[in-house]
């Protein structure tokens, strides 16, 4: 099997004020293309972060982060949107959709993105597996918390990318809804055969996963496989 | 990696396609930007519009303004030179003599001062003089009748077949003079024409000695004729021999230039609209894109690079701007229709309006590049935004984004300066403009600043929850002090600028009432007939207040180098108007109420021996380039008169009373040839109008101007300017409403989630009212107390360096503005509360939300 993550040494700090706040120190560990990977711990322990810096949303201070095959330092901004938009999908803990665009024209923009043809057919196929096919039309106003999260979830599919990072997925959901969220999550990732990182401190969902990556105030606490397939 | 993924496959369509998925979606948002820009374009077209194609009727009416190709005029009967070139030229075509007279109508027992035109030949040559009934245009001729102004015989209630009393003859009315080339309804008002044949003007008794003529002849040449060459090569050998000429291309530049000037004024009324619209477009999009930031972080997320989430939003906004940009020209041709009838008496033809198509060019171009610009600032944040931002909110913008910012607010300062010299052709105005919007912008973010420091620093604790909530909101994150207080500051100052102005300018025409002011002017007064004159106005128990002298002479050498010499001298910058004009000059011993010594020594008295010290206007001494001390040579008439610069006056000729550019000292000119001035006061219009009947009667060559009339007169012109100033003042002050409607209505989008916070939290209607009500309310005041400071000041240096003169402040903006302006901003503030307190909270979040 090949990494399709491989994060080595990396740290990461903020100034606030006068002070330096060290948020990751010393994390090293990979992950393999198509397992399922969570990172847990209590909040302010640099789950999110990690996450940022692994889907290249932000820099390290040092340390490297692989991911599909380039090395994150050597990209500028724009090559590493480029990146994300071509391997990368997000869902997010309040699932980020553009409010001023459909649920059809949100799954479509990164396959728009990319310049492919098939876009709408494609997104609407997408909100058809996700259950909103009635619902495409809809802007995020117009639609429940669960339903947003499905759009976004349609959405993250959408490029079929090599990696999926998903931050606090079921965390603005009540648990019947997030149980759902959470199964088709799963099953699509399944079905694509995709990377799967989340960040939660739900451990049932944690549980779900190949392996977890336990923090504790910016450091591995431990890195275990688990059961799960 | 870096080297396959370097570009995005989403294109130009794509761009297009996001711009448009999102601004339909934000449209509302953006209506107020669309409504500043339209206002500004529209204000700007429509001058430059009707500016186009007044310039373009100027020319193409050249002749029929003028009535002949070209003209030779002259104070006097020509002399033999004079006479030889009208010969080398074919002779005239028509010839006029005019001057102004009082006419008496005998059927009706009224007298006015009028201009006389008496007239032979085939003038006008082109263009018409129009009559009723249209036969009379050439019948008058015939058996001697006058035409007589269609106003005057409107106001007289005269009619075909009255007569009309000029000097000694008395003409039959031939018909109404509906209009004749070359005059406006402006000019005929001071003094209205009467036209008569010339050979009947001798017989009037009224072409002698000091009375003030004008002789025209009127040409018309052969198409192969070069009127420029003739000009440059024949006006300065009739200037040397007192007399002019006028071709009708010059005429039609001079006439541009005057009507330029007006274009030039209204152009930038328009283009201070525009600003303020341009201030809108600025405060809405800055608001607009703080909201759509977070959006920006998304796409970036997805995989948009920084030059396509930027250009997402540039492509909306120049949308929006080009939408703007044709409305507001559409709007502006339809507004220049207005203009020639606000306009109609100050011009001299009827305009014919056609589509320019620089105007509609330049609104478009103006409507997209604008809004792009004055976007530009916030939309700079697009680009410098993280993607980060989806995970966390990060307050600080990144430091190569100050560059951006300083050159983008180099760029607007650039583009103000280069439209501004391009409206006003003058570097040092273009700079004072920029100067004083800059000014005016620093000190009003200065105040802002330091407002939100004071607050902040002696905040207080004591307060209720509400004044204290209200206190806080002017200085906690996402504030919008220093944008509200902008728009409100720079709107009022404005506006204020422009009532401030107006008041100059009206203060400077008004007549000082008092017992010593005269309101009865006698002019053409021969010295013979002075004494009798004074004898019918003292028996009525009225006073003679001024009788002035006055001799008229000419320039014969300045500094001991005699004018032809000067003419001739290529690089003199002596002004020309010096060497060739008749001087009216007065002797007397003391100064006046209008003037005051400037330099030299005031002398009452000739004393015998040396030359003769006479006083100067100071932009006499300016244009002719002397000091005290220089030395000015006379011709009296036939008699050379050694002068010296004795001292230099400054002189207000803004004062409704006879002044003077040159003055002698008594003593000098007592028996020169002269004629006088006198002045008395009637206390009625009736008592007024029986003195001059009867002054007429006794002595036809006297003209009288009645300064009653005359003010009523300014006073009307003045309402009429007042009116097209406050009709275009309106743009500026639409824009500025809808600017501040833009700015407090975008900010609601701020307090929206507040409130409903502090509602969902238990504040009550009343309190969540209060905390807006307060918060509005402090920015209103200050922003409107500040913007009408600033307009004072301004208006204070405005009055001593451009108008020269005293300016005493009216209370009205003080008194309306300022209130009026605190008010508007605190309904429009709390019209934005309005869907918090009556919907339930989440409603509101989801609805404001997308």
């Given at each position: 099997m090949?990494?399709?993550?491989?994060?080595?040494?990396?740290?990461?700090?903020?100034?606030?004020?006068?002070?330096?706040?060290?948020?990751?120190d010393?994390?090293?560990?990979?992950?393999?293309?198509?397992?399922?990977f969570?990172?847990?711990?209590?909040?302010?322990?640099?789950?999110?972060?990690?996450?940022?810096l692994?889907?290249?949303?932000?820099?390290?201070?040092?340390?490297?982060?692989?991911?599909?095959?380039?090395?994150?330092?050597?990209?500028?901004?724009?090559?590493?949107?480029?990146?994300?938009?071509?391997?990368?999908?997000?869902?997010?803990?309040?699932?980020?959709?553009?409010?001023?665009?459909?649920?059809?024209?949100?799954?479509?923009?990164?396959?728009?993105?990319?310049?492919?043809?098939h876009?709408?057919?494609?997104?609407?196929?997408?909100?058809?597996?996700?259950?909103?096919?009635?619902?495409?039309?809809?802007?995020?106003?117009?639609?429940?918390?669960?339903?947003?999260?499905?759009?976004?979830?349609?959405?993250?599919?959408?490029?079929?990318?090599?990696?999926?990072?998903?931050?606090?997925?079921?965390g603005?959901?009540?648990?019947?809804?997030?149980?759902?969220?959470?199964?088709?999550?799963?099953?699509?990732?399944?079905?694509?055969?995709?990377?799967?990182?989340?960040?939660?401190?739900?451990?049932?969902?944690?549980?779900?996963?190949?392996?977890?990556?336990?923090?504790?105030?910016?450091?591995?606490?431990?890195?275990?496989?688990?059961?799960?397939? | 990696?870096?080297?396959?993924?370097?570009?995005?496959?989403?294109?130009?369509?794509?761009?297009?396609?996001?711009?448009?998925?999102?601004?339909?979606?934000?449209?509302?948002?953006l209506?107020?930007f669309?409504?500043?820009i339209?206002?500004?374009i529209?204000?700007?077209?429509?001058?430059?519009?009707?500016?186009?194609?007044?310039?373009?009727?100027?020319?193409?009416?050249?002749?029929?303004?003028?009535?002949?190709?070209?003209?030779?005029?002259?104070?006097?009967?020509?002399?033999?030179?004079?006479?030889?070139?009208?010969?080398?030229?074919?002779?005239?075509?028509?010839?006029?003599?005019?001057?102004?007279?009082?006419?008496?109508?005998?059927?009706?027992?009224?007298?006015?001062?009028?201009?006389?035109?008496?007239?032979?030949?085939?003038?006008?040559?082109?263009?018409?003089?129009?009559?009723?009934?249209?036969?009379?245009?050439?019948?008058?001729?015939?058996?001697?009748?006058?035409?007589?102004?269609?106003?005057?015989?409107?106001?007289?209630?005269?009619?075909?077949?009255d007569?009309?009393?000029?000097?000694?003859?008395?003409f039959?009315?031939?018909?109404?003079?509906?209009?004749?080339?070359?005059?406006t309804?402006?000019?005929?008002?001071?003094?209205?024409?009467?036209?008569?044949?010339?050979?009947?003007?001798?017989?009037?008794?009224?072409?002698?000695l000091?009375?003030?003529?004008?002789?025209?002849?009127?040409?018309?040449?052969?198409?192969?004729?070069?009127?420029?060459?003739?000009?440059?090569?024949?006006?300065?050998?009739?200037?040397?021999?007192?007399?002019?000429?006028?071709?009708?291309?010059?005429?039609?530049?001079?006439?541009?230039?005057?009507?330029?000037?007006?274009?030039?004024?209204?152009?930038?009324?328009?283009?201070?609209?525009?600003?303020?619209?341009?201030?809108?477009?600025?405060?809405?999009?800055?608001?607009?894109?703080?909201?759509?930031?977070?959006?920006?972080?998304?796409?970036?997320?997805?995989?948009?690079?920084?030059?396509?989430?930027?250009?997402?939003?540039?492509?909306?906004?120049?949308?929006?701007?080009?939408?703007?940009?044709?409305?507001?020209?559409?709007?502006?041709l339809?507004?220049?229709?207005?203009?020639?009838?606000?306009?109609?008496?100050?011009?001299?033809?009827?305009?014919?309006?056609?589509?320019?198509?620089k105007?509609?060019?330049?609104?478009?171009?103006?409507?997209?590049?604008?809004?792009?610009?004055?976007?530009?600032l916030?939309?700079?944040?697009?680009?410098?935004?993280?993607?980060?931002?989806?995970?966390?909110?990060?307050?600080?913008?990144?430091?190569?984004?100050?560059?951006?910012?300083?050159?983008?607010?180099?760029?607007?300062?650039?583009?103000?300066?280069?439209?501004?010299?391009?409206l006003l052709?003058?570097?040092?105005?273009?700079?004072?403009?920029?100067?004083?919007?800059?000014?005016?912008?620093?000190?009003?973010?200065?105040?802002?600043?330091?407002?939100?420091?004071?607050?902040?620093?002696?905040?207080?604790?004591?307060?209720?929850?509400?004044?204290?909530q209200?206190?806080?909101?002017?200085?906690?994150?996402?504030?919008?002090?220093?944008?509200?207080?902008?728009?409100?500051?720079?709107g009022?100052?404005?506006?204020?600028?422009?009532?401030?102005?107006?008041d100059?300018?009206?203060?400077?025409?008004?007549?000082?009432?008092?017992?010593?002011?005269?309101?009865?002017?006698?002019?053409?007064?021969?010295t013979?007939?002075?004494?009798?004159?004074?004898?019918?106005i003292?028996?009525?128990?009225?006073?003679?207040?001024?009788?002035?002298?006055i001799?008229?002479?000419?320039?014969?050498?300045?500094?001991?180098?005699?004018?032809?010499?000067?003419?001739?001298?290529?690089?003199?910058?002596?002004?020309?108007?010096?060497?060739?004009?008749?001087?009216?000059?007065?002797?007397?011993?003391?100064?006046?109420?209008?003037?005051?010594?400037?330099?030299?020594?005031?002398?009452p008295?000739?004393?015998?021996?040396?030359?003769?010290?006479?006083s100067?206007?100071?932009?006499?001494?300016?244009?002719?380039?002397?000091?005290?001390?220089?030395?000015?040579?006379?011709?009296?008439?036939?008699?050379?008169?050694?002068?010296?610069?004795?001292?230099?006056?400054?002189?207000?000729?803004?004062?409704?009373?006879?002044?003077?550019?040159?003055v002698?000292?008594?003593?000098?000119?007592?028996?020169?040839?002269?004629?006088?001035?006198?002045?008395?006061?009637?206390?009625?219009?009736?008592?007024?109008?029986?003195?001059?009947?009867?002054?007429?009667?006794?002595?036809?060559?006297?003209?009288?101007?009645?300064?009653?009339?005359?003010?009523?007169?300014?006073e009307?012109?003045l309402?009429?300017?007042?009116w097209?100033?406050n009709?275009?003042?309106?743009?500026?002050?639409?824009?500025?409403?809808?600017?501040?409607?833009?700015?407090?209505?975008?900010?609601?989008?701020?307090?929206?989630?507040?409130?409903?916070?502090?509602?969902?939290?238990?504040?009550?209607?009343a309190?969540i009212?209060?905390?807006?009500?307060?918060?509005?309310?402090?920015?209103?005041?200050?922003g409107?107390?500040?913007?009408?400071?600033?307009?004072?000041?301004?208006?204070?240096l405005?009055?001593?360096?451009?108008f020269?003169?005293?300016?005493?402040?009216?209370?009205?903006?003080?008194?309306?503005?300022?209130?009026?302006?605190?008010?508007?901003?605190?309904?429009?503030?709390?019209?934005?509360?309005?869907?918090?307190?009556?919907?339930?909270?989440?409603?509101?979040?989801?609805?404001?939300?997308?």
């Open positions: 090949t990494n399709i993550l491989n994060v080595q040494q990396l740290k990461k700090t903020y100034s606030s004020g006068t002070k330096t706040i060290t948020v990751l010393d994390i090293t560990f990979s992950v393999f293309r198509g397992d399922t969570a990172i847990v711990g209590p909040s302010g322990s640099g789950k999110t972060t990690l996450l940022g692994c889907a290249g949303l932000d820099q390290a201070d040092a340390g490297s982060i692989e991911l599909c095959g380039s090395q994150m330092a050597h990209l500028n901004e724009d090559q590493r949107a480029l990146l994300r938009n071509k391997e990368v999908g997000f869902i997010f803990q309040d699932f980020q959709l553009l409010p001023t665009l459909t649920a059809l024209e949100n799954v479509s923009v990164p396959l728009e993105l990319q310049g492919a043809n876009a709408r057919q494609f997104a609407n196929e997408l909100l058809g597996k996700v259950g909103l096919a009635d619902r495409s039309h809809h802007y995020p106003s117009q639609l429940s918390g669960g339903e947003q999260q499905r759009v976004a979830l349609a959405r993250a599919f959408s490029n079929s990318p090599s990696i999926l990072f998903a931050d606090e997925p079921t603005n959901l009540d648990e019947e809804t997030g149980e759902k969220v959470v199964q088709l999550l799963f099953d699509l990732n399944r079905e694509a055969g995709t990377t799967l990182v989340i960040v939660t401190h739900d451990p049932d969902l944690a549980k779900r996963t190949q392996h977890i990556l336990r923090l504790k105030g910016g450091k591995i606490l431990e890195n275990v496989s688990t059961m799960a397939t | 990696m870096s080297g396959t993924a370097s570009n995005s496959k989403a294109g130009l369509s794509w761009l297009l396609k996001m711009a448009w998925r999102d601004g339909k979606a934000s449209g509302r948002r209506f107020l669309m409504a500043s339209i206002l500004g529209a204000a700007l077209v429509s001058i430059q519009s009707f500016s186009d194609n007044l310039e373009e009727n100027i020319v193409l009416q050249s002749k029929a303004l003028m009535g002949a190709d070209y003209i030779i005029d002259s104070n006097h009967l020509p002399n033999e030179k004079v006479q030889a070139i009208i010969d080398s030229l074919g002779g005239a075509a028509g010839r006029e003599v005019n001057f102004a007279s009082m006419a008496s109508f005998p059927e009706k027992n009224a007298t006015k001062l009028v201009q006389v035109r008496g007239i032979e030949g085939g003038f006008p040559l082109y263009g018409e003089l129009e009559t009723t009934p249209a036969i009379a245009a050439t019948a008058y001729q015939g058996y001697g009748g006058a035409l007589v102004d269609a106003t005057m015989m409107l106001q007289f209630g005269l009619k075909q077949g007569s009309v009393k000029i000097g000694e003859t008395t039959p009315i031939a018909g109404r003079l509906d209009s004749a080339p070359g005059s309804a402006l000019t005929s008002s001071v003094a209205p024409a009467i036209i008569v044949p010339y050979r009947f003007i001798e017989g009037t008794g009224l072409l002698q000091g009375s003030r003529q004008e002789y025209s002849y009127y040409f018309k040449s052969s198409p192969d004729l070069d009127l420029e060459e003739m000009d440059k090569t024949l006006d300065p050998v009739l200037d040397a021999e007192g007399a002019d000429l006028d071709t009708h291309t010059s005429t039609s530049r001079r006439l541009g230039r005057r009507y330029d000037n007006v274009g030039k004024f209204l152009n930038l009324v328009a283009f201070i609209a525009l600003l303020l619209g341009c201030v809108g477009i600025a405060s809405s999009v800055h608001i607009y894109i703080k909201e759509k930031l977070r959006a920006v972080a998304i796409l970036k997320c997805l995989g948009a690079t920084r030059k396509q989430s930027f250009f997402i939003y540039l492509l909306q906004i120049a949308g929006m701007g080009l939408a703007g940009g044709i409305i507001g020209t559409v709007g502006g339809i507004l220049q229709l207005l203009f020639p009838v606000i306009l109609g008496e100050f011009l001299p033809f009827e305009v014919q309006l056609t589509l320019a198509v105007p509609i060019v330049m609104g478009l171009l103006l409507g997209v590049f604008l809004s792009v610009l004055f976007a530009m916030p939309l700079m944040g697009t680009w410098y935004v993280s993607p980060l931002q989806v995970l966390r909110v990060q307050e600080h913008t990144p430091k190569s984004s100050r560059r951006a910012y300083f050159m983008i607010l180099g760029s607007i300062l650039l583009f103000i300066f280069l439209f501004s010299l391009w052709q003058r570097l040092q105005y273009a700079l004072a403009f920029v100067a004083g919007i800059v000014v005016t912008f620093a000190i009003l973010a200065g105040i802002a600043a330091l407002f939100m420091k004071l607050v902040k620093k002696y905040f207080p604790n004591s307060w209720s929850f509400t004044a204290r209200s206190l806080l909101n002017l200085f906690r994150p996402n504030n919008q002090t220093m944008t509200l207080l902008l728009a409100i500051g720079v009022t100052f404005l506006i204020s600028t422009l009532y401030f102005t107006k100059i300018l009206l203060a400077k025409a008004t007549l000082e009432e008092n017992a010593n002011s005269p309101n009865l002017m006698l002019l053409d007064v021969q013979e007939q002075r004494d009798s004159v004074a004898r019918n003292t028996p009525r128990g009225l006073r003679i207040i001024d009788n002035i002298p001799v008229t002479m000419r320039v014969q050498s300045i500094k001991g180098r005699p004018v032809d010499d000067i003419r001739e001298d290529t690089t003199s910058t002596i002004n020309q108007w010096i060497l060739n004009h008749e001087f009216r000059v007065t002797y007397r011993d003391s100064l006046i109420a209008s003037e005051s010594l400037i330099s030299g020594k005031w002398t008295e000739m004393t015998p021996g040396g030359a003769i010290p006479i100067l206007a100071d932009n006499v001494a300016i244009d002719a380039q002397v000091a005290v001390g220089d030395t000015i040579d006379f011709n009296v008439q036939g008699v050379l008169m050694k002068t010296v610069v004795g001292s230099i006056r400054y002189v207000d000729w803004g004062r409704m009373q006879l002044n003077f550019s040159i002698f000292p008594k003593g000098v000119l007592e028996n020169a040839p002269q004629f006088h001035v006198l002045t008395t006061k009637t206390p009625s219009a009736k008592a007024s109008a029986q003195l001059q009947r009867e002054l007429v009667r006794a002595f036809p060559n006297v003209s009288i101007i009645d300064l009653r009339q005359i003010l009523s007169l300014i009307g012109i309402d009429k300017i007042a097209v100033i009709f275009m003042a309106f743009f500026s002050i639409l824009t500025g409403i809808i600017v501040l409607i833009g700015a407090v209505r975008t900010s609601k989008y701020q307090r929206i989630k507040e409130s409903v916070l502090l509602r969902t939290l238990g504040a009550k209607n309190q009212l209060k905390i807006t009500a307060l918060e509005y309310l402090y920015l209103g005041i200050l409107s107390l500040f913007g009408i400071l600033l307009s004072l000041l301004s208006s204070m405005l009055a001593a360096l451009v020269e003169t005293a300016f005493t402040p009216s209370w009205i903006p003080f008194l309306i503005l300022l209130p009026g302006i605190t008010l508007l901003v605190l309904a429009i503030g709390l019209s934005n509360s309005r869907s918090v307190l009556n919907s339930p909270p989440l409603e509101v979040l989801r609805k404001e939300g997308r």
